[in-house]
């Protein structure tokens, strides 16, 4: 069963690549999805970051209040590797039991793991490939400011939050250019798709 580990910076295009390979029929295992998950009212991970970081974000309603705990996180190097250092072993378990569950498919299955933050949390894992979605950060930031309602100082924090796009392509094994068009970009992800499904050479 392959592995496929599919990262890319804010607003490059991954959640696009995503769900084409799910088109195509791969099982896509969202990591943001499963930290949402993970952080819902009455978990541990939720309580842990009330603890770390105050009830101020709790919203009314018991969710986790985002946008409170972002304008933290992402004005704070220390306080993202806090909050990380509670939610990444609780995303790590929770994706290997959706991992293990997907290996009940059979062995034509081909598991996608839909991961922005590969490079800080998930580096060492043994996959059969890492896909890197990749458009510069001038594109990216455009694409907040039109999409997301950013301002371009909003947009830059989110982008340097992360690790630099370098980093990221050190570990690809497959490169997406999102930079162009939508119907370029889906035609690497189709590319993609037929090399994973190509019977081996005999």
Do not use: C
Not at 25 to 51: C, F, H, N, W, Y
Not at 88 to 97: C, K, L, W
Not at 123 to 152: C, F, I, K, N, Y
Request: avoid cysteine.
């Amino acid at each position: 069963m392959p592995l496929i580990a599919l990262t890319g910076g804010i607003a490059s295009g991954k959640s696009t690549i995503a769900r084409r390979l799910a088109e195509h029929g791969a099982v896509v295992v969202d990591a943001d999805a499963i930290v949402r998950d993970v952080q819902r009212p009455g978990s541990p991970v939720l309580e842990a970051i009330s603890a770390e970081f105050g009830s101020g974000v709790i919203a009314a309603d018991g969710e986790l209040d985002r946008a409170a705990l972002a304008v933290i996180v992402f004005a704070d190097p220390e306080a993202r590797t806090r909050l990380n250092e509670i939610v990444h072993p609780a995303v790590r378990a929770e994706s290997q039991r959706r991992f293990d569950e997907a290996l009940g498919r059979g062995d034509g299955t081909i598991v996608v793991y839909d991961v922005p933050l590969l490079v800080e949390a998930r580096v060492d894992d043994p996959w059969d490939s890492v896909v890197v979605a990749h458009a510069p950060a001038s594109v990216r930031r455009e694409r907040l400011q039109r999409l997301r309602g950013m301002t371009a100082e909003e947009a830059d924090r989110r982008i340097s939050a992360q690790v630099d796009d370098d980093q990221r392509l050190a570990i690809a094994d497959v490169v997406i250019d999102t930079a162009g068009d939508l119907e370029a970009t889906l035609a690497q992800v189709d590319a993609l798709w037929a090399e994973l499904t190509a019977a081996p050479a005999s």
